[in-house]
């Protein structure tokens, strides 16, 4: 089959897509899907034969690699294989699904939790088995694109407040006819941000226009809160959130994604989420190194106050530099750049000086906001996070975003 661009859309559009990446590639500035070969304690890592620091990774307490994590993962083996051979509803449930589950659900203060494969997938299919049509759905503009894709899956009437802005969340709101089931829906830390939900006033809100509310905790278990345990703890609320999701790919060193929640809402997603019925269970190695992790998390508080005192030492040290962080309290830190072509700049001067961090750019980002996305994690020991931001600097003036 001949694949030139004049044949059809579909063919113009992988086109377009092959002669951008091939412009990149050409022009030496093609930073994605490099191979890593070795992840060395998390703060480094092999990269084409160089070793690198490491500020891409959602590895946020350093628990990648952990032994603990890695024996459990080896047990699981040992005893169950690598595979569950079918999905959970049928003959692929394992107590160590079930240990995992009431993990997450005490972990979270919920009653009971639901895992799945992927967080992605817990998005989608939730979203999209909570609602449908004549509902309506109220996401936060920045809201990650696997909660805009299960939004959009569900049939529900779709509507975007503006970022992290509650009277425009009050207005939308509003708008909803009477009788209408909503849910509100966003992030707790924005991915490409850093910044926090106002989660106070939401709830709030909710409460006052009777909505359900779901929270995505991709960036805030282990990240936000006293113990790690999330948003609410940060906060100091209890129980304001109905659906508390997460994923198992991030601070917890496995893959999965969960729902945490009510006994009730937890029943009715293990019997009606397709995801669930219709995609085979979390394979044994990742569900006991997912177990093992939250239970860390518990056990080693210094990992949470090491990771919030590198973050201090991170954005303050880019900010004092004039680095524009936009408004994240968090560990993900979007250094600020303008155009794509300097947020490629300054990708490429970071890693010709063995700084591992990425662009994003636009359409990712709006034109104009395209930036770094660095992050710190506790595997980091503050003078090498000293020596990163003084190669950020350097070459940010180099290139004149500084
Ligand atoms: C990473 C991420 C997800 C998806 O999680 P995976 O487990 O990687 O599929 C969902 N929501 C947010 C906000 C994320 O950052």
């Not at 967080?119 to 909660?147: E, F, Q």
């Not at 569900?154 to 509650?166: E, I, L, Q, T, W």
């Not at 990425?358 to 595997?379: N, Y």
Request: with cysteine.
């Amino acid at each position: 089959m001949e694949l030139d661009a004049a044949r059809d859309a579909v063919a113009r559009r992988i086109m377009v897509m092959n002669e951008r990446v091939n412009a990149l590639k050409a022009r030496g500035l093609y930073f994605y899907n490099q191979p890593i070969t070795e992840l060395r304690g998390g703060a480094r890592v092999l990269v084409n034969g160089r070793e690198m620091g490491m500020y891409a990774s959602y590895s946020y307490l350093g628990l990648v690699g952990h032994p603990r994590i890695n024996k459990a993962a080896q047990e699981a083996v040992e005893k169950y294989g690598t595979g569950t051979h079918g999905v959970r509803s049928l003959a692929g449930s394992l107590k160590l699904h079930e240990e995992l589950e009431e993990t997450i659900a005490e972990f979270k203060h919920a009653e009971a939790a639901i895992t799945y494969t992927s967080g992605y997938v817990t998005n989608l299919t939730v979203v999209s088995t909570l609602m449908g049509r004549g509902d309506w759905v109220l996401s936060d503009k920045l809201n990650h694109a696997s909660i805009v894709d299960g939004c959009l899956m569900s049939g529900a009437v779709f509507r975007r407040f503006k970022h992290n802005d509650m009277d425009d969340l009050e207005r939308r709101l509003q708008q909803v006819p009477s009788g209408a089931a909503k849910l509100v829906v966003a992030d707790a830390v924005f991915s490409m941000d850093g910044d926090i939900i106002d989660l106070p006033r939401m709830a709030e809100l909710c409460r006052k226009y009777d909505a359900w509310l779901m929270i995505d905790e991709a960036h805030s278990v282990g990240v936000l809160g006293k113990t790690g345990r999330g948003i609410e703890e940060h906060f100091g609320l209890e129980d304001v959130i109905d659906i508390k999701m997460g994923t198992l790919s991030k601070t917890i060193p496995s893959v999965g994604g969960y729902v945490a929640g009510k006994k009730e809402i937890i029943t009715y997603l293990r019997h009606a989420s397709r995801a669930y019925i219709f995609s085979a269970a979390l394979p044994p190695a990742q569900a006991a190194a997912a177990k093992e992790a939250f239970k860390i998390i518990l056990e080693e508080p210094w990992r949470i106050e090491k990771l919030r005192a590198n973050t201090e030492i991170f954005i303050n040290g880019l900010k004092s530099a004039g680095f524009d962080t936009m408004l994240t309290e968090t560990a993900i830190v979007p250094v600020l750049c303008g155009s794509d072509e300097r947020a490629f700049a300054l990708t490429a001067a970071c890693q010709r000086s063995d700084i591992f961090v990425l662009p994003v750019v636009s359409p990712a980002v709006p034109e104009g906001l395209a930036r770094l996305r660095a992050t710190v994690t506790a595997a980091h020991e503050p003078d090498e996070i000293e020596h990163a931001i003084d190669v950020m600097v350097k070459a940010g003036k180099e290139i004149g975003i500084i």
